[in-house]
Nanobody
Framework: QVQLVESGGGEVQAGESLRLACAASGSISGINGRGWYRQAPGKQRDMVAFITSGGSTNYADSVKGRFTISRDNGKNTVYLQMNSLKPEDTAVYSC??????????????WGQGTQVTVSS
């Protein structure tokens, strides 16, 4: 069994920062791409940030320059540092990972989501 467990969500004021973490555990042979997605009420889930196994990153235009994704492969953990938060960043943030449960057998996994609320 593989689990992704997020932490670090909460409620902050506009301009403040939060750091999300997502730890993968279980029967893991390897991990490829990892990412953070978010879904606001009444909207579709959108990619926020993505990082490949080699460390290349990609960000949604709305968060470029404010959010930073990083990963600690030794801890099977991915982070999302969110600075200069805005009310429009309010959403449920979910982490994603492409995980091999056996050599060469990769599957997508999602965390349960963590709420981020930014008040003005």
């Amino acid at each position: 069994q593989v689990q992704l467990v997020e932490s670090g969500g909460g409620e902050v004021q506009a301009g403040e920062s939060l750091r999300l973490a997502c730890a993968a555990s279980g029967s893991i042979s390897g991990i490829n791409g990892r990412g953070w997605y978010r879904q606001a009420p009444g909207k579709q889930r959108d990619m926020v940030a993505f990082i490949t196994s080699g460390g290349s990153t990609n960000y949604a235009d709305s968060v470029k320059g404010r959010f930073t994704i990083s990963r600690d492969n030794g801890k099977n953990t991915v982070y999302l540092q969110m600075n200069s938060l805005k009310p429009e960043d309010t959403a449920v943030y979910s982490c994603y990972a492409n995980i091999a449960t056996a050599p060469g057998r990769f599957f997508p996994f999602w965390g349960q989501g963590t709420q981020v609320t930014v008040s003005s």
